[in-house]
């Protein structure tokens, strides 16, 4: 218990914890679906901290194989289970922005803030050109796969067709095997983008000095915690766009990935400002293609058994985005240099994209 109450104070963001009591007193209270919302969204960031925590603990005693393993498999932890409960729920235009949201956030939020603050302590700083660059075609080549399935569904028929479902599963599948060719080659000794993210946070933070019944016991409580916020923030969902008169798609688009990828984006910020800006760039790129080769097809299959078929059919808006925030990632990773300019106009371009967002209606 003490060595958990020292890891607190090393890392305030986990202070946050006090909102999940604060959240079941404001459901069982009934203080208001606001309240709730509010508290469960807080209450989600410090859970994530922990999985993410209780993972690199884990690896220390698995090695770093079977870590890297781990790491790849839970580092969206948190935003899975948030979208699985609103899979449940039938929230599915809110499921398929928080996809696209958390390609969006990675690109254009994380690296342009990384940037930023990065270039305003550093001055010009460099990053490996080439690593980059490969982690940004791959990505391309991940997101154009995931926008097939909308750029062709008009041909096949329509959207809740099953030849359209169809279309969707087996682009899903096709993806998730990558996933896994992509895990394979880094067991055999090459670094691979898709389990890079929270090995790299490992190599800049060290991992708590937990014993392996804590890490698990620490993971299992804080699942089964987001698991419980999941299921408040979710249900409060429809009652908030109503009280407040903002799209579902907005929440989506711009809340849930912040809730659920927040810890992981401050490492990127944190690594950058220490001028480890290869670092803060791998976390970007391999963080959303995470999101590209694994949520998104994993949500496919886990809404196809849930009885809510959630189709990769994404809407012009989010089409258009992806297709923005990729290539311009592409063009800003491309020289493996960086200033806090190129920073500023990442995080403008999220802006321009957060404020059309939620004006649409």
């Known amino acids: 218990m003490a060595k958990i109450l020292q890891f607190v104070r090393k890392d305030p963001i986990l202070l946050l914890i006090v909102a999940i009591p604060l959240a ?22 410090p859970m994530a901290r922990l999985i993410g925590s209780s993972t690199e603990a884990l690896a220390t005693y698995t090695g770093p194989r079977l870590g890297g393993l781990l790491n790849a498999t839970l580092g ?40 930023l603050l990065g270039g305003l302590r550093n001055g010009w700083q460099s990053f490996d050109r080439r690593h980059a660059s490969n ?47 992509g895990l394979v080659y880094s067991y055999k000794g090459k670094n691979h983008p898709v389990e890079t993210p929270m090995k790299e946070v490992q190599v800049a933070h060290h991992a708590p000095a937990w014993s392996l019944r804590t890490a698990l016991i620490i993971l299992a409580v804080s699942t089964i915690g987001v698991a419980y916020l999941s299921e408040l923030l979710v249900g409060a969902v429809e009652p908030v766009v109503a009280m407040l008169g903002v799209s579902e798609f907005f929440l989506g688009i711009i809340l849930i990935p912040l809730i659920g990828n927040v810890a992981e984006h401050l490492v ?94």
Request: no cysteine; net charge negative.
């Open 135 to 181: 982690n940004a075609i791959l990505l391309t080549l991940s997101v154009i796969a995931l926008v097939i399935p909308s750029l062709l569904s008009h041909y096949i028929g329509p959207d809740d067709s099953l030849e359209v479902e169809a279309l969707s599963l087996g682009v899903a599948g096709i993806m998730i095997f990558l996933y896994a060719l």
């Open 24 to 45: 079941a007193l404001a459901e069982f209270a009934h203080w208001g679906e606001l309240w709730v919302f509010a508290l469960s969204a807080l209450g989600v960031i």
């Open 268 to 361: 990127a910020v944190q690594v950058a400002i220490q001028n480890k800006m290869d670092l803060s760039v791998e976390i970007s790129l391999a963080s959303s293609l995470q999101i590209a080769l694994f949520v998104a097809p994993v949500l496919v299959f886990v809404s196809l058994f849930m009885g809510n078929p959630l189709t990769l059919i994404f809407n012009q808006f989010e089409l258009i985005a992806l297709i923005a925030g990729v290539l311009i990632a592409a063009l800003v990773s491309s020289d493996g240099e960086s200033n806090w300019l190129e920073g500023a106009e990442l995080l403008a371009i999220y802006l321009i994209l957060g404020l059309a967002f939620f004006l649409i209606p």
């Open 76 to 115: 969206n932890a948190a935003e899975l289970i948030i979208t699985i409960f609103a899979i449940r729920a039938g929230l599915l235009e809110l499921v398929k922005a928080s996809i696209t949201g958390s390609i969006l956030g990675n690109l254009l939020l994380v690296m342009g803030m990384s940037m």
